[in-house]
């Protein structure tokens, strides 16, 4: 008889999920307050998916439907090779007539259980019951059966490779593209009567191999078998290499044991921030975002060894374990400078990646969209270098900075700059070079010019913008390499945003390639769809905070303190001027509005902390607190933007915790309000930094004052030192703002250098 593996929660929580009994506990344990399901209906485009698997692990799997609205699943999913993308290989158990088997079949389901370690669901149509559980390289299956009158089948599929069989077990792979392949080698926990191919009713066992699109197998089992266990490893260097995974990590058939380690994988993970007070609710929305960090860069060595798709070999790696699968342009703002405090070593063998991966691709730059299999080169600028900065600012040396400087430079000056591109530098990128800024396109002017994709556009401004930050941080890693020369000229060039800004507006503004601002210009609509012929799936608005490398020259650009706060607040009072479709329409990234300010793309993230740099934290506090509340709540669509893999929700780890690194490469965080009375946390370096709040209630959110190790604290700001060196630092909390703390002009965050 099959367990009820779940119970229904109480209807006074505003939205709640069934939970394992098999896991429940009187106390709630990090991973508890896990909920996958949060943001699994977009606002707008691209949903999160509640992804089962090990902390930053190769084998990532979620129910394959577009999102939680869909009405069946998609066969039972066996590893996700790309982040949001879908599954390769597909398991789907069948009991019926045989004649009328696909090779991957959709299921009515219902009663479904996530957990980041267990899935669980009732697969109603056919009367089936799953249960799944992940280690890093390796998956465990139990299907039950309910018709024990009839035969029970497994058919396995590859949407695109070769399966093989010896009778007993089944192994294959499957082509993802640029000479990457994913293999497996599965077996079950009984020997199935027949393996094959079928032809009506007739399963062929004389075929040892099938290939081709959608090729598959079918495993037979006898009248009353009640169960079936099915284990799996996957590796992306062979199909020996699979089994030997899954050898090594799955000994038997205990799926409730490969539950129980991974429940203690995620506690000891997640463990790292405890947090104390705060609703159920926030405590959930925290978790859950720190659970969403962990879902990648994964890691893809293999018994020290890994497949790199930047040079189709096989490498040893040297006792550095090598990741992949990262969306550069999203994380580098606040998902990697997170590890920095909390995964230092699995940073460093991040950052060590992403160099390996630049030094074994031709030409040999520092990747912007390092996947599975390659570098895809999205969005624009090569904030590679950002993550390498903030790394050795921050007392990463434990990977090569003239190499890794190397590979940014050339990525920055040898590459097109034109978006989602790789090509080599062209004439636009000489403009650049020459004039100090990425020219957009005059008005009724046709693209002439190559490397600019056509859906794409050239987003001058956000180039510009984005490429004079890089060449920041290449001017510091030259000064720290003791290239002087270097260091002057690319700190020079980091202020050429000044060619952009319109000291009338004051907007960063698109200028043609004579010099001229593009007129006319609304800062709301004049940039095309997704903003693209001036930025990037942002308005004008957005991006005229978009320089973190130099808030203080931002400040003095605006005409002061008091004028620049006056702006920020014309920015989430500024109403979209058109109704919600047509805008949408528009910018379909440009979502979790508060006036022309957008919660769900991460150009917006740092802005509200921006306050501080104008002497008015009080500010911040408010506002920060207040977007966490609009946009990320314990629902189904409590995320307001695309997740890109920790890109958004690092943003809410951060924020919660009370502080945020508003620019990387500068080894420093700017205060924001506490959510919680009191959290401790663990740092790589085995000491832990505590943040108390005293007079602590949720409604208490501004700050009144503060100590750092008892000392008095009157800055809006502290360093990456600070925080390592472990310690406290400790607010007294209050309902009504105090607007003298922190608020002298020797209080703001550093600009620029420190």
Known sequence: MKQILYLLLGCLIPFQFLTAKMYSSPERTPVDYVNPYIGNI???????????????SMLRVYPERENFTG????????????HRGSSAFNLSPYQGELQKAGSIIQYGYDNEVIKPYYYSVDLDDDGMYVQYAPSHQSGIYQIDFSQTDKPAYLIFNTRDGELKTDGKSISGYQKLGNHTQV????????????????????????DKSTQGHNAYYILEYPKGTASVLLRYGVSFISSEQAKQNLRREIKNYNLQAVADKGRSVWNETLGKIFVKGGTENEKTVFYTSLYRTYERMICISEDSRYFSAYDGQVHDDEGIPFYVDDWIWDTYRATHPLRLIIETEMESNMVNSLIRMA???QPNWMPTFPEINGDSRRMNCNHGVATVLDAYNKGMRSFDLAKAYQVCKAAITEKTLAPWSSKPAGVLDQFYK?????????VGEQETVPEVHSWERRQPAAVTLGTVYDEWCLGNIAQALGDKKEADYFLKRSLNYHKIFNK?????????????????????????????????????WVYRWDLPHNVADLVNMMGGKERFVEELERMYSTPLGKGRPDFHHQFGDHTGNVGQFSMGNEPAMHIPYLYNYAGQPWRTQKRVRNLLTQWFRNDLMGIPGDEDGGGLTSFVVFSMMGFY???????????????????????????????????????????????????????????????MKGGVLEFVMGKRPNKAWAAGDDAVPPSFAM
């Not at 740092?683 to 505590?690: A, D, P």
């Open 42 to 56: 977009s606002h707008l485009l691209v949903p999160t998916y509640p992804t089962v698997h090990l902390p930053n």
């Open 71 to 82: 009405n069946t699943i998609n066969g039972l999913p066996l590893i996700v090779t790309s």
């Open 183 to 206: 293999y497996i080698y599965l077996e079950t926990d009984q020997q199935p009567l027949k393996i094959g191919t079928h032809q009506g009713a007739v399963i062929r066992t004389t």
């Open 359 to 361: 030094y074994q691709m």
């Open 434 to 442: 020459d004039h100090g800024y990425f020219p957009a396109l005059a």
């Open 504 to 540: 009338e507006t004051c907007f960063f503004h698109p200028k043609d390639s004579f010099g001229n601002f593009i007129q006319p210009f609304d800062y709301r609509y004049s940039s095309g769809v997704g903003g693209r012929d001036a930025y990037d799936e942002n308005n004008g």
């Open 661 to 723: 690194p508003v620019t990387p490469g500068l080894p420093m965080y700017v205060i924001g309000s506490p959510v919680f009375e009191n959290q401790t946390i663990r740092l790589s370096n085995g000491k832990t930094f505590q943040i108390v709040c005293r007079n602590y209630s949720p409604e208490n959110k501004f700050i009144q004052s503060a100590k750092l190790n008892g000392k008095v604290w009157d800055q809006s700001w502290f360093s990456h030192e600070d925080l």
